[in-house]
C-alpha cells in the first residue's frame, strides 16, 4: 500500500530526520539510504521493517547532520601535557637556556584531538526515532487499508448478487433443457423407453447443474468477509480466495447454456480481477 512517514530528530549531536515512503508491490522490496558512518544499522534497519510489514516497496531513507559547533570541539589531554611540561622544564633547567613554547606543547600528538561522537548514544536516540516513523508510516497504511477494504466489500456483495441471480435462474433453465430436449426427440422421431429418457433427462441436468459451484462460491464469500475482518496481515489469504472465487466463476462459465447465467460469470470474473487487484496492495 502507498504511504508516507517521517520523523525529525534534535540531539546535541545535530539533526537527523527519517523518511518511509511505499508503493504497492506483491512482496516485501526494502530500499534503505544511510549515510557513510550509520551502514552498520542497515541490517537492523531492515529487520525491524519485515518484523512489521510483508509486502510494499519501501524506502528508508535517513538524513543526518553533525552540529558543526560540537564538531570541532578539542579535548585536551591533561596527562600528557603535565609530562610534556615536566620534561621540558627539566631539560630547560639542565641546559640553562631556551623557553617553553606551550603552542609547540599543545601540538604534540595526542595532546589535543577533537572530540569524537559517543555513536552508540547517537545510534539509540536514531533508531527510537526509527520506531516513532514506522508507528505513524503503519497508521497511514492502515488508513488506506480501510479504503480498500470497504472498496473489496462492495465487490463482494456484488459477487453474492450475481450467485443468487444465476441460483434463482436454475429451476427455469433446468425445465427448459428438459422441454429443449423431448422436443428434438420428437422432431427427430426418435422414441426412447420412459427410463431411458429419464437417464438422458438427469444425465444433462447434471452437465448444466452448477449448484455446486454456487455453493463453494458463497462458501468462499463468507470466508472471505471473515479474512477482512481479522486483526492481522491477511494479504495472502485473500490472494488465494481470489484464486478460488475465479476458478469457480470459470467452471460456471463453461456449464452455461443460457445467455443470462453467461452475462452473470462474467460479470463475476471482473468483479474478482478488480478484488485480485486491490488485494495485492494489501498487508
Same mark, same amino acid.
Given at each position: 500500500m502507498t504511504a508516507y512517514a517521517s520523523?525529525?530528530?534534535?540531539?546535541?549531536?545535530?539533526? +537527523?530526520?527519517w523518511e518511509l515512503r511505499s508503493v504497492n508491490q506483491r512482496y516485501l522490496e526494502t530500499y534503505i539510504r544511510l549515510p557513510e558512518e550509520f551502514r552498520s544499522l542497515e541490517t537492523v534497519i531492515r529487520a525491524r521493517i519485515?518484523?512489521?510489514?510483508?509486502?510494499g516497496k519501501i524506502e528508508c531513507n535517513l538524513r543526518f547532520d553533525l552540529?558543526?559547533?560540537?564538531?570541532?570541539?578539542?579535548?585536551?589531554?591533561k596527562n600528557i601535557a603535565k609530562k610534556l611540561v615536566e620534561a621540558a622544564s627539566w631539560v630547560k633547567i639542565q641546559s640553562k637556556e631556551g623557553e617553553i613554547n606551550l603552542i609547540d606543547?599543545?601540538?604534540w600528538p595526542g595532546v589535543m584531538? +577533537?572530540?569524537e561522537q559517543d555513536l552508540d548514544t547517537i545510534n539509540g536516540e536514531l533508531m527510537k526515532a526509527l520506531d516513532s516513523a514506522l508507528d505513524d508510516f503503519i497508521i497511514a497504511r492502515e488508513r488506506e487499508g480501510v479504503e480498500l477494504k470497504a472498496l473489496i466489500e462492495e465487490r463482494l456483495h456484488a459477487v453474492s448478487d450475481e450467485v443468487l441471480k444465476v441460483r434463482a435462474q436454475m429451476p427455469n433453465i433446468l425445465q427448459w433443457q428438459r422441454e429443449r430436449l423431448i422436443s428434438k426427440l420428437e422432431e427427430a422421431q426418435v422414441q426412447l423407453e420412459d427410463t431411458r429418457l429419464e437417464q438422458e433427462l438427469v444425465l444433462t441436468a447434471q452437465r448444466i447443474d452448477v449448484a455446486e459451484e454456487l455453493d463453494r462460491l458463497e462458501a468462499h464469500l463468507k470466508e472471505t468477509f471473515n479474512i477482512l475482518n481479522k486483526k492481522e496481515a491477511v494479504g495472502r489469504r485473500l490472494d488465494f480466495m481470489m484464486q478460488e472465487l475465479h476458478r469457480e466463476s470459470n467452471t460456471l462459465a463453461s456449464k452455461s447454456i443460457n445467455s443470462d447465467v453467461t452475462l452473470s460469470a462474467i460479470e463475476l470474473k471482473v468483479l474478482i480481477e478488480q478484488m485480485r487487484e486491490q488485494i495485492q496492495n494489501i498487508e
Amino acid at each position: 500500500m502507498t504511504a508516507y512517514a517521517s520523523c525529525n530528530i534534535k540531539g546535541v549531536w545535530g539533526n +537527523a530526520a527519517w523518511e518511509l515512503r511505499s508503493v504497492n508491490q506483491r512482496y516485501l522490496e526494502t530500499y534503505i539510504r544511510l549515510p557513510e558512518e550509520f551502514r552498520s544499522l542497515e541490517t537492523v534497519i531492515r529487520a525491524r521493517i519485515r518484523k512489521r510489514m510483508t509486502r510494499g516497496k519501501i524506502e528508508c531513507n535517513l538524513r543526518f547532520d553533525l552540529d558543526s559547533s560540537e564538531q570541532s570541539a578539542m579535548i585536551l589531554n591533561k596527562n600528557i601535557a603535565k609530562k610534556l611540561v615536566e620534561a621540558a622544564s627539566w631539560v630547560k633547567i639542565q641546559s640553562k637556556e631556551g623557553e617553553i613554547n606551550l603552542i609547540d606543547v599543545l601540538r604534540w600528538p595526542g595532546v589535543m584531538c +577533537a572530540a569524537e561522537q559517543d555513536l552508540d548514544t547517537i545510534n539509540g536516540e536514531l533508531m527510537k526515532a526509527l520506531d516513532s516513523a514506522l508507528d505513524d508510516f503503519i497508521i497511514a497504511r492502515e488508513r488506506e487499508g480501510v479504503e480498500l477494504k470497504a472498496l473489496i466489500e462492495e465487490r463482494l456483495h456484488a459477487v453474492s448478487d450475481e450467485v443468487l441471480k444465476v441460483r434463482a435462474q436454475m429451476p427455469n433453465i433446468l425445465q427448459w433443457q428438459r422441454e429443449r430436449l423431448i422436443s428434438k426427440l420428437e422432431e427427430a422421431q426418435v422414441q426412447l423407453e420412459d427410463t431411458r429418457l429419464e437417464q438422458e433427462l438427469v444425465l444433462t441436468a447434471q452437465r448444466i447443474d452448477v449448484a455446486e459451484e454456487l455453493d463453494r462460491l458463497e462458501a468462499h464469500l463468507k470466508e472471505t468477509f471473515n479474512i477482512l475482518n481479522k486483526k492481522e496481515a491477511v494479504g495472502r489469504r485473500l490472494d488465494f480466495m481470489m484464486q478460488e472465487l475465479h476458478r469457480e466463476s470459470n467452471t460456471l462459465a463453461s456449464k452455461s447454456i443460457n445467455s443470462d447465467v453467461t452475462l452473470s460469470a462474467i460479470e463475476l470474473k471482473v468483479l474478482i480481477e478488480q478484488m485480485r487487484e486491490q488485494i495485492q496492495n494489501i498487508e
